[in-house]
């Protein structure tokens, strides 16, 4: 499966931004989802996982109550909803895909990757 990370841009602190992630390729309902996060000079960390299904959701605790994933399996698309946004958010943000998924935190366990896409917070 190939991913394609979209709608990060600049914003000011407390707005908004969705990212999104579509993916090409077959049996995308197929795959756990997650986003991660990397700013400058820091690894790179769990933001969200989504189950194959969406039934199943997870967060980072410095986003939860702020981030909502999503995902449509018909568009083959997962989605970031970035509310109440603070500039330690800045990074570049990347969406991944698992066919088999025991620790969802782990970047090791996605075997795919999208290309990422910056957002910046400004205070």
């Known amino acids: 499966v190939q991913l394609q990370a979209s709608g990060g841009g600049l914003v000011q602190a407390g707005g908004s931004l969705r990212l999104s992630c579509a993916a090409s390729?077959?049996?995308?309902?197929?795959?756990?989802m997650g986003w991660f996060r990397q700013a400058p000079g820091k690894e790179r960390e769990f933001v969200a996982h989504?189950?194959?299904?969406?039934?199943?959701?997870y967060y980072a605790d410095s986003v939860k109550d702020r981030f909502t994933i999503s995902r449509d399996n018909a568009k083959k698309t997962v989605y970031l909803q970035m509310d109440s946004l603070e500039p330690e958010d800045t990074a570049v943000y990347y969406c991944?895909?698992?066919?088999?998924?025991?620790?969802?935190?782990?970047?090791?366990?996605?075997?795919?990757w999208g290309q990422g896409t910056q957002v910046t917070v400004s205070s």
């Open positions: 991944a895909a698992a066919m088999s998924i025991n620790y969802p935190t782990s970047p090791l366990e996605y075997a795919y």
């Open positions: 989504i189950s194959w299904s969406g039934s199943l959701s």
């Open positions: 390729g077959r049996a995308f309902s197929s795959y756990a």
